[in-house]
């Protein structure tokens, strides 16, 4: 059993870890990892050793048949899920909520060539609609993000501008005008969008 001192961490076959904990059973007492004699545990899928006793925590992980993460739980609670496509884009991901017990889902479509198109996160608690994501691309490249509510007629276009440093950083200058003012703002269908610059390291 692999540990880092704070967790242990059991893999299955593949070498894919499934679970890891940070509390086991040794000998019928209740140890933290970090303070265990690990020589005694073996590795095994089933029959896990960790424990939510004494403060515990464990976390399990599910592959599908080709090795993709398909499920997280923590404490034998589901806390995330993804679905995946047939060319193996994820295009549905449900995870706990921070402030809540409900799984918040979230829809990502592709393009054949596997660019990210569109994302839509389901609303929650006072959110009166669907939060969305929107990318456009410019000679394979990402050149525009919109931003905003499912329905709304507000929203933000982000443009990003390659200055061929390394990382991903938002320009010191922020460019953003009302509705309806001149260069700038844009109106895609019935929405209106203010423009914002971000840039991306070449």
């Excluded at 499934?18 to 265990?36: E, H, M, P, Q, R």
């Excluded at 590795?43 to 976390?59: C, E, H, I, K, R």
């Excluded at 398909?70 to 404490?75: Q, S």
Aim: without cysteine; hydrophobic residues 30%.
């Amino acid at each position: 059993m692999a540990t880092n001192g704070k967790w242990a961490y059991v893999y299955d076959a593949n070498g894919s870890v499934v679970a890891k904990g940070d509390t086991l059973n040794i000998s019928g007492t209740l140890t933290k990892v970090k303070d265990a004699d690990l020589s005694t545990i073996t590795d095994s899928v089933t029959g896990l050793p960790f424990f939510t006793a004494n403060n515990g925590t464990y976390w399990q992980y599910e592959y599908d048949l080709i090795n993709r993460m398909v499920e997280v739980t923590k404490n034998g609670t589901a806390i995330a899920a993804y679905t995946y496509n047939w060319k193996g884009y994820r295009v549905k991901k449900e995870k706990l909520n921070a402030t809540s017990e409900e799984l918040r889902t979230t829809y990502y479509v592709f393009s054949p060539n596997g660019k990210l198109l569109y994302q839509e996160e389901e609303k929650f608690g006072t959110e009166t609609a669907n939060f969305y994501r929107q990318y456009d691309y410019l000679f394979n490249k990402l050149f525009a993000k919109d931003v905003g509510r499912v329905g709304n007629t507000e929203g933000v276009r982000f443009y990003y501008h390659t200055d061929h440093r390394p990382g991903h950083r938002r320009l010191p200058q922020r460019l953003a005008k009302p509705r309806g003012a001149g260069r700038g703002s844009g109106n895609r269908g019935n929405r209106h969008f203010r423009t914002e610059r971000e840039s991306v390291g070449h």
